[in-house]
């Protein structure tokens, strides 16, 4: 089993449309979870992160959290064409600051 | 605001070569990282820094890899002898000294091709 798992898509979703990639972990001890974008060709860029159970909102962006699940989602309202990209998720494990990665969901908007 | 800096941008090497790689984190930031991505994958962490100290390290890391951060400011990873199968995108973050904050802001990397 993966530590971090994430659909690998591609999701395709209309322009304006709510945008819903999802993350399972297994490291049930795991501290803070984060949802990185990556452009093709270019580094992980951070858009969020949310370290208690709950919804954490960011303008378009709310990061959802279920410690008891070990699930975390983020969704992407009124979807762009320049939303179209790969989100990782990634959590940081209870020992340690590294943060391991899933393999990302590739997300495509279509106008 | 200066994010993280990565030099070079892109390297090409042949098999046998070493390479060193630098890395530049947002000026307060103490905490310094290295991943490596391959094609579709998501970064695999290869080592750590606070400061000067290199806290923890990967399986991943093998004895041809070594990585430095000498002052606790700029870091350098080199990998000697390098292989095909070292072709990778190699990631450095940085993070700031806030014992409740575990962000990790990356540079734009530097893509390792070994011909």
């Known amino acids: 089993q993966k530590e971090v798992e994430q659909n690998s898509g591609p999701l395709s979703v209309p322009e304006g449309a709510i945008a819903s990639l999802n993350c399972t972990y297994s490291?049930?001890?795991?501290?803070?979870f984060f949802w990185y974008r990556q452009y093709s060709g270019k580094s992980p860029e951070l858009i969020m992160f949310i370290y208690s159970n709950g919804d954490k909102e960011d303008g378009r962006f709310t990061a959802q959290l279920n410690k008891a699940s070990q699930y975390v989602s983020l969704l992407i309202r009124d979807s762009q064409p320049s939303d179209s990209a790969t989100y990782l998720c990634a959590v940081t494990p209870i020992y340690g600051n590294k943060l391991v990665f899933g393999a990302g969901t590739i997300l495509r908007v279509k106008s | 605001d200066t994010g993280v800096s990565q030099n070079p941008r892109h390297k090409i090497t042949k098999r046998g070569q070493n390479v060193t790689f630098r890395c530049d984190p947002i000026s307060e930031h103490n905490r310094l990282y290295w991943y490596r991505q391959t094609l579709g994958q998501g970064p695999e962490f290869l080592t750590y820094?606070?400061?000067?100290?290199?806290?923890?390290k990967s399986r991943l890391l093998s004895d041809r890899f070594s990585a430095e951060r000498p002052k606790g400011s700029f870091s350098t990873l080199e990998i000697q002898r390098t292989e095909q199968g070292d072709s990778a995108m190699y990631l450095c973050a940085s993070s700031p000294p806030t014992a409740s904050s575990y962000e990790q802001y990356f540079g734009p990397g530097t893509r390792l091709t070994v011909t």
């Open positions: 820094f606070q400061n000067e100290a290199q806290l923890e």
């Open positions: 490291d049930r001890g795991s501290q803070s």
